[in-house]
C-alpha cells in the first residue's frame, strides 16, 4: 500500500474558512470549515483535529490526503474515491461508503463501527487497530487489501467473495457472510467456530 505523497508549502492554524477556500499542499490543524466544496479533487492536504460543516462530500475525489484526529461520525462519503489517503485517529461510526472507490486508503486506529461500505471497490487498502464491529461490507470487491489487529465482530459480508481475504489478524466471534462466497478464506484454528456455528454446527467438549 502507498502512503499519501504530501508537498506541504503553508500551515494555517486555528482559523474558520469556507470549505472552498482549501487549498492544495496546505496542512490545517484546529481550523473549522463551513459551507459547499464544489471542486472536483481535493489533493495534497493535511487535516488535523478539524471540523467541518455543511460540506458535500458525495463523489469528491481526494488524492494524498491525511485526516487526523477527526470525528466524522455519521458522515456521507457515498461514491467518494480516495487515493493514497489515510484516516488516523478519527471516528467515523456509521458512515456511509456506499459505491465508493478506495486504493491505497489506510484507516489506523479508527472507530468504524456500524460504517457502511457496501458495494465499494477497496484496493491494496489498510485497516489496522481498528474497530469494525458490525461494519457492513456487502457486495464489496476487496483486492490485496490487509485487515491488521482489528474488531470484526457481528460484520456483514453478505453477496462478498471472500477468496481475496486474510483476516488471521482480526478478532471476532461471529461474522455474515454467504456461505457460497466463503472458499479461499484465510482465517486461524481459534476462528472457525465463528464461521461453522453459521452452518448450524454446535460446538461441544462432551
Same mark, same amino acid.
Given at each position: ?25 496546505t ?5 473549522h ?6 471542486l ?14 455543511g ?11 491525511e ?7 455519521? !458522515?456521507? /462519503?457515498? %461514491?467518494?474515491?480516495?487515493y493514497? $489517503? =489515510? #484516516?488516523?485517529?478519527?471516528? *467515523?461510526? @456509521? +458512515?456511509? &461508503?456506499i ?11 479508527t ?21 469494525l464491529?458490525? !461494519?457492513? /461490507?456487502? %457486495?464489496?470487491?476487496?483486492?490485496? $487489501? =490487509? #485487515?491488521?489487529?482489528?474488531? *470484526?465482530? @457481528? +460484520?456483514? &459480508? ?36 465463528? !464461521? ?11
Amino acid at each position: 500500500m502507498r502512503k499519501p505523497v504530501l508537498h506541504i508549502e503553508e500551515e494555517r492554524t486555528d482559523e474558520t474558512l469556507a470549505a472552498n477556500a482549501i487549498e492544495p499542499e496546505t496542512a490545517y490543524k484546529n481550523c473549522h470549515f463551513e459551507g459547499r466544496y464544489d471542486l472536483p479533487k481535493m489533493r495534497e492536504v493535511r487535516f488535523q483535529n478539524c471540523t467541518f460543516e455543511g460540506i458535500n462530500w458525495k463523489g469528491l475525489e481526494l488524492l494524498d490526503i491525511e485526516f487526523s484526529s477527526i470525528d466524522f461520525s455519521g !458522515i456521507e /462519503f457515498e %461514491e467518494i474515491v480516495c487515493y493514497r $489517503t =489515510e #484516516f488516523n485517529n478519527c471516528k *467515523l461510526t @456509521g +458512515a456511509n &461508503f456506499i459505491q465508493s472507490l478506495l486504493v491505497d486508503t489506510a484507516f489506523i486506529e479508527t472507530r468504524l463501527e456500524s460504517s457502511n461500505f457496501s458495494l465499494c471497490k477497496i484496493r491494496e487498502c489498510l485497516f489496522q487497530h481498528a474497530n469494525l464491529k458490525e !461494519i457492513f /461490507f456487502q %457486495e464489496v470487491a476487496f483486492k490485496k $487489501t =490487509e #485487515f491488521d489487529t482489528v474488531e *470484526l465482530d @457481528g +460484520a456483514d &459480508f453478505s453477496d462478498t467473495n471472500l477468496a481475496q481475504l486474510d483476516l488471521r489478524k482480526a478478532e471476532f466471534d461471529w461474522l455474515i457472510f454467504s456461505p457460497q462466497l466463503l472458499k479461499g478464506l484465510k482465517i486461524r484454528p481459534d476462528q472457525a467456530a465463528g !464461521i461453522v456455528i453459521q452452518f448450524g454446527v454446535k460446538i461441544s467438549e462432551s
